[in-house]
């Protein structure tokens, strides 16, 4: 085991000594950076602020919003139906702060998973396209084992980068928003109603869930650079794959066995906020494919690196 834990350490000295990954984590900081400062120089992020006197404001909003609007334009409007929920329940809106930017920035795992597919589908591929593959498989460690460390590799990447976007998220949004104290109620959208939730338990089922959606991804990425010995073609496979997902999900969605796809099943936040995307399709469900096809990309990235001859190279 302690063989496993060295090898585990040594991908990882190889992965951070790259530039590429600390320019990933740069572009992510930077995005988050930009996000606060548009929110809070342009946007209205945290334009609206509530007094003694927020059932008048809210209220003043809808008559807003209705103006001008049809009955169904209103009836359907996510601005009047969050609106008339805090009415409803006697709530306050809390003003815009840390939390719910953290919330907010969960959308930007989208972006941590093409940074795992970069990572993953080069782990092996670059071994040999710099020739070291022989290096790596001299040495009295089972091809088992080598393979595996790899994938922790990726997965620690995926979970690093994931709590970064967490942390740097929720300091930023400190400096840029403040802080409604140590765990706020946080309204949000729940299927087609809203619910209140503490920020704790809503920033972990968010994050807990694209945590999800990234391992897959990992784990699809890394099968590819099992498969192929080039690794511009590994990377550039698996982001096609992953950029034509929703493509795909939509040209087949017509047909019943389109909701075995791989992509229709990644997003488990579908079953929390909206409907899910083909009917017939649930939480558990979903989780069953995911295993299905999560045991499938393991086993053929184990078949194609301890099975390949790699004299040749």
Known sequence: MSNFF???FNEQVKLYARKSTWIMFGILAAIILGVAIFGKTVGNFDE??????WRQQLEQENAEIAEGSSEEEVANHWGIEENNYYLDNDIKPLEY???QFVVDNAM???????????????????EFRWGTVKLLLIRPVARTKILFAKYTSVLLFALTSLVFLLVFSWI?????????????????QSQNDYTQIAAWAEMGRSY???????????????????????????IGFAIFLMMAGNSIIGFFMEYDWAKYILFANTNLEQYYRGTPLIEGMSLSFS?????????????????FFTKRDVAGH
């Open 6 to 8: 060295r090898l585990v």
């Open 48 to 53: 609206d602020q509530y007094g003694d006197d």
């Open 97 to 99: 702060d840390a939390w």
């Open 108 to 126: 930007l795992s989208s972006l941590l998973s093409l940074f795992t597919i970069i990572v993953a589908a080069g782990i092996i591929a670059h």
């Open 172 to 188: 930023t949004g400190a400096i840029f928003f403040g802080i409604n104290g140590a765990n706020p109620l946080l309204v949000i």
């Open 208 to 234: 807990g869930l694209r945590l999800v959606n990234l391992v897959m991804m990992a784990t699809f990425a890394f099968m590819i650079s099992s498969i192929f010995r080039n690794s511009g073609l590994a």
């Open 287 to 303: 989780i069953g494919v995911l295993i299905v096809y999560y045991i499938i990309f393991m086993v053929l990235s184990w078949l």
